[in-house]
């Protein structure tokens, strides 16, 4: 049994069908006699206290501030890593997956900005929800299909994904932060200013690093830009390599990110989905998922994603500016760009933001935000099945 357990978790593919099942789960309690019991886990109140700091939150919250925090932390360190010594090290790796990511961002935005640009503003909020991916959930799906797919395809993809998510907190930084608190602010300025110190000077004491990290999670927290992008920051402060007592040289980012990989995947990301996945279908009606806003999410995820990141690259291929990954073809990539429209996790995070995890569209949204997702997994699983149908071993 724990031979199997071990097995389960080694596979890329787990933390995608660990996603699907507690989405089900979710949507299952929200939807039966269950659904006071489950309301009423979003909003069990959880507060810390210690001297004059005081934070006060439901459980819901402390999910998309707090943990979320941690997934972006290890985001950032993958970022960093991947850049520095990794697959986009050099422009010649970076150049696909950049290109398409942008069109991955761009004509989601502009298919959301279509059907909403005269709904007014605060339905125009929503415009970057369908811009993500959910890297799990679509490298997950990828994994099914095995040795058929070229392994470049599995690091386009993921490259994409990275840019992707990267442009995720930029987007959350420029377009999804409130008033502001100088105090709060000039507090995580210094935070990041010892980081930086520590780094430069080669601190090799991963603790310094996490006490740091918590006074500028909570800085930022306090300031009005969202707490996740602590997360980001610390990430980018950590050393790549560092030095131990004994001279020897070890990777500091790489630990870090290692042994937070299982939490995020088998924990963190789960966690999230089931707290922010619980829509009640039984408030909703066509006519609402006919709204400007559900139809601008949806095919924004499932057309606007594969048209940008197929379209884009296609045109960076065929100008010389990139070259198809090695032993792919147009209709595997094809089928790798659909994939990229599963934003699940990823998008109900931006939709909380967007519009403050309020009830205005009945859930309409975060349903669209599912089906848009698993028509794009179902549809790209399908069309790489039968690409690599000959590779079949």
Do not use: C
Not at 20 to 49: C, K
Not at 130 to 149: E, H, K, M, Q, Y
Not at 328 to 333: C, I, P, R, S, V
Request: proline residues 3%; charged residues 15%; hydrophobic residues 55%.
């Amino acid at each position: 049994m724990r031979h199997t357990i071990q097995d389960f978790i080694k596979k890329d593919s787990s933390s995608g069908i660990l996603l699907i099942l507690v989405t089900i789960l979710a949507l299952f309690l929200q939807n039966s006699a269950f659904s006071t019991l489950y309301t009423g886990f979003l909003h069990t109140p959880v507060e810390i206290r210690f001297a004059d700091l005081h934070i006060a939150k439901p459980l819901l919250l402390w999910v998309n501030d707090g943990l979320m925090a941690i997934f972006f932390f290890v985001i950032g360190l993958e970022v960093k890593r991947e850049v520095m010594e990794g697959h986009l090290s050099t422009l010649s790796q970076v150049t696909l997956p950049a290109i398409a990511a942008i069109g991955g961002m761009l004509i989601p935005a502009l298919v959301f900005v279509a059907f909403n640009y005269d709904d007014g503003s605060f339905a125009m909020d929503g415009w970057a929800i369908p811009t993500a991916t959910d890297i799990a959930f679509a490298l997950g799906i990828l994994s099914l299909l095995g040795n058929r797919v070229p392994v470049s395809l599995k690091i386009f993809l993921m490259a994409l994904a990275i840019i992707d998510d990267l442009g995720a907190i930029v987007i959350i930084a420029l377009f999804y932060t409130s008033e502001l608190s100088t105090t709060s602010i000039t507090i995580a300025g210094v935070s990041l200013v010892i980081l930086f110190v520590m780094n430069r000077m080669n601190v090799a004491k991963q603790s310094f690093y996490i006490i740091i990290g918590i006074i500028l999670w909570v800085s930022v927290l306090k300031s009005g830009v969202h707490a996740t992008l602590a997360g980001v920051a610390l990430a980018f402060m950590i050393p790549l390599y560092s030095k131990d007592k004994e001279g020897k040289t070890f990777s500091m980012a790489k630990s870090m990110e290692h042994n937070l990989h299982y939490w995020v995947a088998f924990f963190i990301l789960p966690l999230f989905a089931f707290v922010n996945a619980g829509v009640d279908l039984r408030g909703i009606s066509l006519e609402e998922m006919g709204g400007s806003v559900p139809l601008g999410i949806m095919l924004g995820l499932f057309i606007g994603k594969q048209v940008g990141v197929f379209g884009f690259s296609w045109i960076a291929i065929k100008m010389g500016i990139a070259t198809l990954p090695k032993g792919a073809n147009w209709t595997t990539l094809y089928g790798v760009a659909v994939l990229t429209g599963i934003g699940f996790t990823m998008s109900l995070f931006v939709d909380t933001l967007a519009y403050n995890d309020t009830k205005i569209f009945h859930y309409a949204d975060k349903l669209a935000i599912l089906l848009g997702s698993f028509f794009s997994g179902v549809v790209g699983y399908i069309i790489l099945r039968m690409a690599t149908k000959s590779k079949e071993s």
